[in-house]
T-cell receptor, first 113, second 114 residues
Framework: GQSLEQPSEVTAVEGAIVQINCTYQTSGFYGLSWYQQHDGGAPTFLSYNALDGLEETGRFSSFLSRSDSYGYLLLQELQMKDSASYFCAVRPYNAGNNRKLIWGLGTSLAVNP | DSGVTQTPKHLITATGQRVTLRCSPRSGDLSVYWYQQSLDQGLQFLIQYYNGEERAKGNILERFSAQQFPDLHSELNLSSLELGDSALYFC?????????????FGPGTRLLVL
């Protein structure tokens, strides 16, 4: 089967760095995406890794290692507004023409003062 | 603002009833996806349409159905509603130019079944 695993909750303080891991069991996929969702809001796209390595976008970076079946989202200089849920998602090769994403259950990040 | 619109924003109805949720994708996007998110749960993929045709099915109940119209807007029909159908229903759209394209989510419809 195909599944993504993330920690359910992470807590950090303002200004700190936090890493949210995503491990997966899937035969192959096009890339790893990360989405952010604030309470009651819509998920919004953060980053996409098609290749192994680090992608940096401002305070957020995302990493993928296909050989280790592992990826992570790194949030630096944490701010209170970063308190949200973070989801990783992949599109399996065997999805064919459809663009269905396999989603993790999400990590709830709480940033404390 | 993602450019994806959903109506209504809130819906309260009774068990056994039928409701229709509506989604308009971003201009130029051909794919529409429907998701269900129950309280404190992750996103459950329901169904995807591409240019009017069903492309993929997820965990969609037989009581639920969807369609995408020629103008690319989509509707999700939920019938014989049960208490457990209370959830946030999101629509997302993408352009499908390449395999890494982003999905843009609408604000969601919050459904409460009493």
């Amino acid at each position: 089967g195909q599944s993504l695993e993330q920690p359910s909750e992470v807590t950090a303080v303002e200004g700190a760095i936090v890493q949210i891991n995503c491990t997966y069991q899937t035969s192959g996929f096009y890339g790893l995406s990360w989405y952010q969702q604030h309470d009651g809001g819509a998920p919004t796209f953060l980053s996409y890794n098609a290749l192994d390595g680090l992608e940096e976008t401002g305070r957020f970076s995302s990493f993928l290692s296909r050989s280790d079946s592992y990826g992570y989202l790194l949030l630096q200089e944490l701010q209170m507004k970063d308190s949200a849920s973070y989801f990783c998602a992949v599109r399996p090769y065997n999805a064919g023409n459809n663009r269905k994403l396999i989603w993790g259950l999400g990590t709830s990040l709480a940033v404390n003062p | 603002d993602s450019g994806v619109t959903q109506t209504p924003k809130h819906l309260i109805t009774a068990t056994g009833q039928r409701v229709t949720l509506r989604c308009s994708p971003r201009s130029g996007d051909l794919s529409v996806y429907w998701y269900q998110q129950s309280l404190d749960q992750g996103l459950q993929f329901l169904i995807q349409y591409y240019n009017g045709e069903e492309r993929a099915k997820g965990n969609i109940l037989e009581r639920f159905s969807a369609q995408q119209f020629p103008d690319l807007h989509s509707e999700l029909n939920l019938s014989s509603l049960e208490l457990g159908d209370s959830a946030l229903y999101f629509c997302a759209s993408s352009v499908e130019l390449d395999v890494g394209e982003t999905q843009y989510f609408g604000p969601g419809t919050r459904l409460l079944v009493l």
